[in-house]
């Protein structure tokens, strides 16, 4: 059991327990499930809703799709990224409830689906061969049951199937998942760069018992050219980025793919060392 999907399981099964007792009465639905006619006076209801879970067939359904596949891209991703895909796909879901929501009136939506619709996604991008037992007896590749699953979801989307189940917010937690794992890292790097952008200091700093104005380290421009080991320069400046990254946000934070080109340039550069 990995962290986060272990206190999603918790969370989840709390509030469900105060519901069942009666701790919290079923107009406490209206303060913490996502309507649309008041999503904007309500804003926090685009996060608490996903943990509001008021039959136990529904709890039981999210919460076994959570314990089974969470921890294999928890540990796969670290627990930073993990979460954050998690909360993302969650608000992608309220984002579509929004969008077609109004269909069905002022009815509030919860439960934790859109999420987990979203790691269904994240597993078979990561895994598409990898076996999913159907009703625990026929085994399907996730991709095809993934595959299957989204078009289903998106037909019972435009046939406008309700049945009290948000079908919309299934597709958006498909969808944004799908965008999430795509360009999500480029589009956080857009928006750091855009909001974010780093100032020349003008801050006086004490060293050596005197003020000075600091230093600023100068890069010499790395060459395009090839360098020792098969290493050129465009490689070591995306090792900088990455490292820049790591001292910035831990390791949690780096993508499968930037762990592997590190594992990469590491080996290259024991070789290098070797050789000579």
């Given at each position: 059991?990995?962290?986060?999907?272990?206190r999603?399981?918790i969370?989840?099964?709390?509030?469900?327990?105060?519901?069942?007792?009666?701790?919290l009465?079923?107009?406490a639905?209206?303060?913490?499930?996502?309507?649309v006619?008041?999503?904007f006076l309500?804003?926090w209801?685009?996060?608490?809703?996903?943990?509001?879970?008021?039959?136990?067939?529904?709890l039981?359904?999210?919460m076994?799709?959570?314990?089974?596949?969470?921890?294999p891209?928890?540990?796969?991703?670290?627990?930073?990224f993990?979460?954050?895909?998690?909360l993302?796909?969650?608000?992608?879901g309220?984002?579509?409830?929004?969008?077609?929501?109004?269909?069905?009136?002022?009815?509030?939506?919860i439960?934790?689906?859109?999420?987990?619709?979203?790691?269904?996604?994240?597993?078979?991008?990561?895994?598409p061969?990898?076996?999913?037992?159907?009703?625990?007896?026929?085994?399907?590749p996730?991709?095809?049951?993934?595959?299957?699953?989204?078009?289903?979801?998106?037909?019972?989307?435009?046939?406008g199937?309700?049945g009290?189940?948000?079908?919309?917010?299934?597709?958006?937690?498909?969808?944004?998942?799908?965008?999430?794992?795509?360009?999500?890292?480029?589009?956080?790097?857009?928006?750091?760069?855009g909001?974010?952008?780093?100032?020349?200091?003008?801050?006086?700093?004490?060293?050596?018992?005197?003020a000075?104005?600091?230093?600023?380290?100068?890069?010499?421009?790395?060459?395009?050219?090839?360098?020792a080991?098969?290493?050129?320069?465009?490689?070591?400046?995306?090792?900088?980025?990455?490292l820049?990254?790591?001292?910035?946000?831990?390791?949690?934070?780096?993508?499968?793919?930037?762990r592997?080109?590190?594992?990469?340039?590491?080996?290259?550069?024991?070789?290098?060392?070797?050789t000579h």
């Amino acid at each position: 059991m990995s962290p986060w999907v272990k206190r999603l399981l918790i969370a989840n099964l709390a509030v469900w327990g105060l519901f069942a007792l009666g701790i919290l009465p079923r107009g406490a639905i209206e303060w913490l499930g996502f309507a649309v006619p008041t999503s904007f006076l309500r804003p926090w209801t685009a996060v608490t809703y996903m943990f509001v879970h008021v039959g136990f067939g529904h709890l039981f359904t999210n919460m076994l799709v959570l314990f089974f596949f969470g921890p294999p891209l928890e540990n796969h991703w670290g627990s930073r990224f993990f979460l954050k895909f998690y909360l993302a796909c969650g608000l992608g879901g309220a984002a579509f409830h929004l969008l077609l929501g109004s269909l069905i009136g002022p009815v509030p939506m919860i439960g934790a689906s859109g999420a987990i619709f979203g790691l269904l996604l994240a597993f078979a991008m990561n895994w598409p061969d990898a076996k999913i037992y159907l009703y625990f007896l026929f085994p399907v590749p996730a991709k095809w049951f993934v595959g299957i699953l989204g078009a289903f979801t998106l037909f019972a989307t435009v046939q406008g199937g309700g049945g009290g189940v948000a079908h919309w917010a299934h597709l958006g937690g498909l969808v944004t998942g799908f965008l999430y794992l795509r360009f999500g890292e480029r589009i956080g790097r857009g928006l750091k760069r855009g909001f974010f952008k780093e100032k020349p200091s003008h801050v006086r700093v004490e060293r050596g018992g005197r003020a000075e104005a600091p230093r600023r380290e100068r890069r010499e421009p790395r060459p395009s050219s090839r360098r020792a080991g098969g290493v050129d320069g465009d490689a070591l400046d995306e090792v900088d980025r990455i490292l820049d990254k790591i001292r910035e946000s831990g390791m949690d934070s780096l993508t499968p793919k930037e762990r592997a080109f590190l594992d990469e340039m590491s080996r290259r550069y024991q070789k290098t060392t070797r050789t000579h």
